[in-house]
């Protein structure tokens, strides 16, 4: 076969696919490895390579491939082109290099995404990328989700407005390598965590005045929060946070750094926003995960002091999105009632157990097309059991 290769590209030989899943890893695999080709039709031998050859079923193995990249939502480019060898057809998928990390997703499991990349050996590996985990909270104060509710949206941030100037660093740095304005773009992000129980999130949220004494807990369905942020126009990028030592993050941007290759040679995008994911091992407890958005037109330059920083509200129906909620349980009758009407304008019919809200003149009732979620009254230090133990 005639025809050229760059150095970083891959092809993977094959006679025939038909397993759903050996077709996703092969192309999210060849995606995160720079771009490449599926050759159908080619089989390797101790004797070299066979031509077995596809004859009819080409087009049906284009059909397949495409309805796979459908159904396990894989976003490439893929282009088919034919050609015959000594007159036997033989499909070369053509799978383009990505901007960013390719993930596939399973239609059982739709909160896993799973991301694969080839090996030295020319083999798929499972890549840390991967998201495999299938439950996710956001923290707030009362008075936060209330005004969520009833504007129908989240608000995200740009880094810079971030407290600690260890997570900002990389967000306010100024990069002057080549294409650096677009591999570091204005974002907006928001932080979401994987631990259900963190006495610490709790109290963060629970130190204002008013309604921000109180915190609030959502479970939040990933799959559909996903969605509505692909929706949005932007691009959505999202990293679990990885957490290091200082002296890591603080020596990084100095080429004579053992890891300043990692993020640095070349400077992408996708290395600007793994840099974006790094926090001190100090706050390892949080377990969080960042959600990042995009503008895919240039929205001007990054904020760089703390006090100047810009925000993007993105429409999100809460009723989709909201899986169960936990309530400050020191919350008065009062503020569970208006608790309760801004839920009402949501869409969201709050089941709260062992409670019965106000009874009131108006708007008493849930829409009739309301979504019934439930809420639990919690608080962080209840304990199990009798306050005062008795020990024989």
Same mark, same amino acid.
């Given at each position: ?5 760059? #150095? #970083? ?11 759903? #899943? ?63 060898? #000594? ?306």
């Amino acid at each position: 076969m005639d025809g050229s290769l760059r #150095d #970083d590209q891959y092809v993977e030989l094959k006679s025939r696919v038909s397993n759903k #899943d050996t077709i996703a890893r092969s192309v999210v695999g060849i995606a995160n490895s720079g771009g490449g080709y599926l050759v159908l039709g080619v089989r390797e031998s101790p004797y070299g390579l066979n031509v077995t050859g596809l004859d009819r079923e080409a087009d049906q193995m284009k059909l397949l491939i495409e309805s796979v990249c459908r159904e396990f939502k894989i976003q490439v480019d893929l282009t088919f082109t034919e050609e015959r060898i #000594d007159g036997k057809v033989v499909l070369m998928v053509g799978i383009a290099p990505q901007n960013s990390i390719t993930y596939y997703s399973r239609s059982t499991s739709p909160e896993r995404l799973y991301a694969f990349k080839r090996d030295e050996y020319g083999r798929n590996t499972l890549s840390e990328a991967s998201k495999t985990y299938q439950k996710i909270y956001k923290y707030m104060t009362l008075e936060c989700f209330m005004l969520s509710l009833y504007t129908g949206s989240w608000r995200f941030f740009e880094p810079n407005k971030w407290p600690d100037k260890y997570e900002r660093r990389f967000y306010c740095a100024d990069y002057q390598m080549p294409h650096a304005e677009a591999s570091a773009p204005k974002l907006f992000a928001t932080c979401l965590t994987r631990e259900k129980n963190s006495e610490a999130s709790w109290k963060v949220y629970a130190h204002g005045e008013g309604l921000n004494r109180h915190c609030v807990q959502l479970e939040i369905d990933i799959a559909e929060f996903r969605n509505q942020l692909d929706a949005s126009g932007l691009q959505l990028e999202e990293r679990k946070v990885v957490y290091c030592y200082d002296k890591y993050i603080e020596g990084l941007h100095q080429p004579a750094d053992k890891n300043y290759s990692t993020y640095f040679k070349p400077f992408t995008r996708d290395r600007f926003i793994a840099l974006l994911a790094l926090k001190r091992k100090a706050y390892e407890y949080e377990k969080e995960v960042r959600f990042f958005l995009i503008p895919r037109d240039r929205m001007g330059e990054r904020s760089h002091g703390k006090q100047r920083s810009d925000y993007k509200d993105i429409s999100i129906d809460f009723s989709k999105v909201i899986k169960s909620v936990r309530v400050d349980k020191h919350c008065s009758p009062m503020e569970l009632k208006s608790l309760q009407q801004a839920c009402f304008a949501a869409g969201i019919n709050p089941d709260i157990k062992k409670y019965k809200c106000i009874e009131s003149k108006h708007n008493n009732e849930p829409p009739k097309d309301a979504v019934s979620i439930p809420f639990e009254l919690f608080c962080i230090d209840d304990m199990k059991g009798s306050a005062r133990l008795k020990i024989k």
